[in-house]
């Protein structure tokens, strides 16, 4: 998986790609653990794990980009949705994503690596006038000075992730074989999880979804 970081001042990436994914059945290991911490999350946070939920929400101060509000990385509105007993159950491995982003406090990406033929894969801060469909009623989110993941095609870097909503076009579905993982972490702390902590509990789960190709810091 050939990846460029070009925010690593701000953000240091860990990027795994899968293929051979089983998006259909069910996942015993996971459910038992994800159990565990929706308990454990309908509790408030220590004060270690606030101050880390912070550090990832301010890496993404960066230019004009403010990560309040609807702006702020979707690890956050995870936790809410944890603590009013309405966390979100789309399928196995999108499970996994939002489970390792609830536990760790992290935001993540997933895409279907195979609904666009990327060359590369390419993180920075969107330019003006970038944006991109998230949903299906057509919503789109603006990019400027926002950490984003882009497919690169040839010289064309066409954006289809970030740490607050992936776009609508690289969703995984049943049909999902092939697919990314990005999770985005605070270049600047020092304390733990450890994002080679993190990467370990992901890449160990995903390899029960299917067969882990390539694991990378960046």
């Known amino acids: ?78 936790l809410r949705s944890a603590t009013n007993s309405s966390f979100p159950r789309i399928n196995p491995v999108v499970d996994l994503i939002n489970y ?25 801060t969107g330019h003006n006038e970038e944006s991109y469909v998230f949903n299906a009623t057509g919503q789109a989110i603006a990019l400027q000075d926002l950490v984003t993941g882009y497919a690169v095609i040839q010289s064309d870097e066409q954006p289809i992730v970030n740490p607050v909503k992936d776009s609508l076009q690289t969703k995984t579905d049943e049909n999902t074989r092939k697919a990314g993982i990005a999770i985005y972490y605070p270049s600047h702390w020092a304390g733990e999880p450890s994002l080679e902590y993190i990467l370990e509990e992901l890449t160990e789960l995903a390899g029960f979804r299917g067969q882990v190709i390539s694991v990378t810091t960046h």
């Open 100 to 124: 390792i982003s609830l536990k760790y406090l992290v935001p993540l990406s997933l895409w279907d690596m195979e609904k666009v033929k990327a060359d590369s894969w390419l993180f920075r």
């Open 1 to 78: 998986m050939n990846v460029e970081n070009r925010i690593d001042s701000h953000v240091q990436l860990g990027c795994i790609s899968i293929a051979s994914l089983d998006m259909i059945s069910p996942f015993p290991l996971m459910e038992e653990r994800l159990e565990e911490l929706l308990h454990e999350r309908a509790g408030d946070l220590t004060e270690f794990e606030d101050e880390f939920r912070l550090a990832c929400r301010d890496m993404l101060r960066i230019g004009s980009y403010k990560p309040t509000g609807r702006s702020r990385p979707a690890s956050e509105y995870l």
